[in-house]
């Protein structure tokens, strides 16, 4: 039962509770368990919140039994990446600086999953404030891939991918700002979120750009997680109102593929790809086109360089936070120090270029295509996920060519979609030959949150990958 439990998706989950055919006590053991003998292979927490977590599961199992009207995730176990805040719990944004740091606020995110009664089991690792591709930082070491825990589980939200891919509990919290929760999404063989600019709000926003997100198993959870976490707040200004749309029925209903059209672009025209991953990709859209009787073409895009895009955006914010998060005493990470550096050749007039035209451009290019197709696909990462690099964060060449700036590669077809404001979703599409997932990242039309989750789980039904399970093969 236990081995049942710990596979199960959270809808399943949430159904069989409701039924009073599953105990969240049983649930949130099994999870624990599973934690506890596979989280040494893979790193994937900071802090574990077992005893808070079997205390809450002992009180929903009460709920449930009783007959009480129940939240929508109630006893649903779920991880919470440790850069977004938790009352009482120590949270670290994967920072030594912080290792103590026990915040008074939930952030907003995790407010609202708290109250529709998700189980917290615990804080998952990260990148020192998320500000890299993969998942390694003094505080915590480096997070692997279930399907090969000396790989990589991409970054920023690698400790939640791995978490959800290797069975410890269904949901997990990430966040992305350029693609930290897709990337990990394609390295772990799971399904990542990342809603349209504004959908999901975040405390006190700065960017737009940057948002919280789902990580699971199936299609299904994400979008239960999305029902949950959209709608406006009056502490983000970028925030959406609400459209009243829900994303669980949209999931389960699905859309015939068969009236859809696709523009596909491996790459997006942004560099080279990894021979493999683009003979999974290849092989899924053909199937999308044969078995799904879908309308898929290749395109062409026209989009800005992805990596000086990202130097250019991403550097003075981080410049100018840098004092503050790595006080006297505390260095960042190698590839940190690297991107700062990068960082101080950018001058002002790029970085006003860059939010005002360039971003215009990216959205721009996307809509191009968006008007005659109905999503854009391209492989998630341009690569699998790679060795462990002992401060590194990405591969010198790819597909026999040097790669410019490898510790920003691995983000180089998820950037372009986060600065147009698109709806975006990774889902596995297949694996390597040596067995490591490759991710296939659908790009939806403006604010169509809801069309892409049904395509998504269109696409998961023919071609499923969630009973793929890592570490027990």
């Known amino acids: 039962m236990a081995d049942e439990l710990i596979w199960m998706s959270a809808h399943e989950l949430r159904d069989g509770i409701r039924r009073k055919e599953v105990s969240p006590v049983e649930a949130v053991e099994a999870v624990l368990n599973r934690l506890e003998e596979v989280n040494p292979a893979i790193n994937a927490f900071v802090t574990v919140t077992a005893d808070a977590a079997r205390a809450q599961a ?41 290792a103590e740091y026990v915040p008074d606020t939930d952030a907003i995110s995790w407010a609202r999953l708290k109250a529709a009664g998700a189980i917290l089991i615990g804080k998952t690792t990260t990148p020192e404030f998320g500000m890299l591709g ?45 693609g930290s929760i897709r990337v990990p999404a394609s390295c772990c063989g799971v399904v990542g979120v990342k809603p349209s600019l504004g959908r999901i709000p975040t405390r006190h926003n700065v960017d737009g750009d ?19 976490l959209v709608g406006p707040h009056d502490e983000d200004r970028f925030s959406l109102p609400a459209t009243g749309e829900n994303y669980t029925e949209a999931a389960i209903r699905g859309v015939d593929l068969g009236g859809l059209r696709f523009a596909y672009s491996v790459g997006l025209d942004q560099g080279p790809i990894d021979p493999e991953t683009r003979r999974v990709v290849d092989a899924a859209m053909r199937d999308l086109a044969g078995n799904g009787g879908a309308g898929v073409d290749t395109v062409t895009m026209d989009l800005p360089d992805a990596i000086d895009y990202f130097l250019h955006y991403w550097s ?21 120090v690297e991107f700062l550096q990068w960082g101080r050749k950018v001058s002002a007039a790029d970085v006003s ?70 709806p975006v979703i990774s889902v596995p599409c297949g694996f390597t030959q040596d067995g490591l997932p490759v991710g296939l990242q659908i790009i939806g039309r403006p604010h169509a949150d809801a069309q892409l989750i049904a395509a998504a789980a269109a696409f998961e039904q023919f071609a499923p990958w969630s009973h793929h399970r890592p570490l027990d093969h």
């Open 134 to 178: 993969v998942t390694d930082s003094h505080l915590t070491g480096a997070t692997g891939t279930p399907w090969d825990p000396t790989r990589t589980s991409g970054g920023s939200s690698g400790g939640a991918a791995a978490a959800v891919a290797a069975g410890i509990a269904p949901l997990a919290l990430g966040s992305d700002g350029g």
């Open 316 to 336: 003075g914010g981080i410049q100018e936070s840098m004092a503050d998060a790595f006080p006297e005493g505390t260095e960042p990470w190698p590839s940190i």
């Open 353 to 422: 270029r860059a939010f005002r035209e360039t971003r215009t451009q990216i959205y721009d290019g996307f809509l191009r295509i968006l008007r005659e197709y109905d999503f854009v696909v391209c492989a998630t990462t341009p690569t699998p996920p790679f060795p462990h690099s002992n401060g590194k964060g990405g591969l010198d060449i790819v597909d026999g060519q040097q790669v410019r700036h490898p510790d920003l590669f691995f983000h180089r077809l998820t950037e372009p979609p986060t600065h147009a404001g698109l």
């Open 210 to 228: 940057s948002t919280d997100g789902p990580l699971t198993r199936r299609v299904v959870d994400a979008a239960l997680m999305l029902d949950v």
């Open 58 to 98: 002992k009180q929903a199992e009460a709920a449930a039994l009783r007959g009480d009207d129940l939240p929508p995730l109630h006893g649903v176990p779920i991880t919470i990446k440790d850069l977004a805040d938790t009352a009482g719990v120590r949270t670290t944004y994967g920072c030594v600086a912080h």
